[in-house]
Antibody, heavy 118, light 105 residues
């Protein structure tokens, strides 16, 4: 069955970077887009960007240009998102989710809580 | 495209027919999905392409709409349906509505 297993919670200092992962299983990793979505406590959902692991193509929400960097490792079927120059505004739960042909997100990871605090 | 969901909070009783609304700032061309998110869990896809029921989702959930106006209906509310519901469009980029929190009366 399809699973997206994300890495564990992170506590990081302001100004630093963090890299979180999303390991895919149960499907052909290179045939689906992998999206990343941000959810702040009590707030809604915000799309960050996607990567197509088949060729490494990416697209970002303009708001996250320079903040998020998406990569994928085909050998381990793992997608990554690095967040840089972290501030308190980056404290949130981050989800990975897959889609095909820019369609709906049908499977989601369990989410990673990132807390930015000194 | 911006999505506005209403109401933001809805209280209903078990067995009630519940209707949630999602309105787009532009034509969404039926590329609209609905998600259910329970506390502490990842969102779960319920409906895609306006009215297609995702595999494994109970038939009491249904979607309808066109253009800029879309609706999620729960025909008979069950206790396990307490959650926040988000609409999401993928016609032009990807954006989410602000959510409707559904609670039991």
């Amino acid at each position: 069955q399809v699973q997206l297993q994300q890495s564990g919670a992170e506590l990081v200092k302001p100004g630093s970077s963090v890299k979180i992962s999303c390991k895919a299983s149960g499907y052909t990793f290179t045939s689906y887009d992998m999206h990343w979505i941000k959810q702040q406590p009590g707030n809604g959902l915000e799309w960050i960007g996607w990567i197509y692991p088949g060729n490494g193509n990416t697209k970002y929400n303009q708001k996250f240009n320079g903040k998020a960097t998406l990569t994928a490792d085909k050998s381990s079927s793992t997608a990554y998102m690095q967040l840089s120059s972290l501030t308190s505004e980056d404290s949130a739960v981050y989800f990975c989710a897959r889609s095909r042909y820019s369609g709906p997100f049908d499977y989601w990871g369990q989410g990673v809580m990132v807390t930015v605090s000194s | 495209i911006q999505l506005t969901q209403s109401p933001s909070l809805l209280s209903a009783s078990v067995g009630d027919r519940v209707t949630l609304s999602c309105k787009g700032s532009q034509n969404i061309n039926n590329y609209l999905a609905w998600y259910q998110q329970k506390l502490g869990e990842a969102p779960k896809l319920l409906i895609y392409n306006t009215n297609s029921l995702q595999t494994g989702i109970p038939s009491r959930f249904s979607g309808s709409g066109s253009g800029t106006d879309y609706t999620l209906t729960i025909s008979s509310l069950q206790p396990e349906d307490v959650a926040t519901y988000f609409c999401y469009q993928y016609n032009n980029g990807w954006t989410f509505g602000g959510g409707t929190k559904l609670e039991l009366k």
